[in-house]
Nanobody
Framework: QVQLQESGPGLVEPSQTLSLTCTVS??????????WSWVRQSPGKRLEWVGA???????YFSPALRSRASISRDTSKNQFTLQLSSVTPADTALYFC??????????????????WGRGAQVTVSS
C-alpha cells in the first residue's frame, strides 16, 4: 500500500517561498511509470494541478505557475519537494501530493489519482 505524507510550514509570509515535502512509503518514486504530483485546492475553487516530477526526475508544471514553481526529489529518502516562490494570499490552499501515471494535469478530483496524502494547509499571510 502506497502512502504519501505532506509536511511543511502552515504559514508563509507574502513574497516568501513556500516549501512542502512529500514523503512516500510503500513504493519508490523512481518506479516507472509513475508521476508524483502536487495539487491544491482553495475554498470554493476547483482542484488545481501545480506540477509533477516523474520516475526519471523530469519535472512538469502548470503554465500558470511555471515561473514560480520548482519540484525536486531526494531518492535516498523517497521524498519530493515543491517550492513556490513569491507567494501571495492567492496561494493559500490545501496542498496535496499524489501519484498518477502522467494524467494528473487533467484530473478534476483527488479520487482520479492512484494515491494521495491527507493534505497540508498553507496560509499566506503577514
Amino acid at each position: 500500500q502506497v502512502q504519501l505524507q505532506e509536511s511543511g510550514p502552515g504559514l508563509v509570509e507574502p513574497s516568501q517561498t513556500l516549501s512542502l515535502t512529500c514523503t512516500v512509503s510503500g513504493g519508490s518514486i523512481t518506479t516507472n511509470p509513475y508521476y508524483w504530483s502536487w495539487v491544491r485546492q482553495s475554498p470554493g475553487k476547483r482542484l488545481e494541478w501545480v506540477g509533477a516530477i516523474d520516475y526519471s526526475g523530469t519535472t512538469y508544471f502548470s503554465p500558470a505557475l511555471r515561473s514560480r514553481a520548482s519540484i525536486s526529489r531526494d531518492t535516498s529518502k523517497n521524498q519530493f519537494t515543491l517550492q513556490l516562490s513569491s507567494v501571495t494570499p492567492a496561494d493559500t490552499a490545501l496542498y496535496f501530493c499524489a501519484r498518477d501515471r502522467g494524467g494528473g494535469i487533467y484530473y478534476t478530483s483527488l479520487s482520479e489519482y492512484d494515491y494521495w496524502g491527507r493534505g497540508a494547509q498553507v496560509t499566506v499571510s503577514s
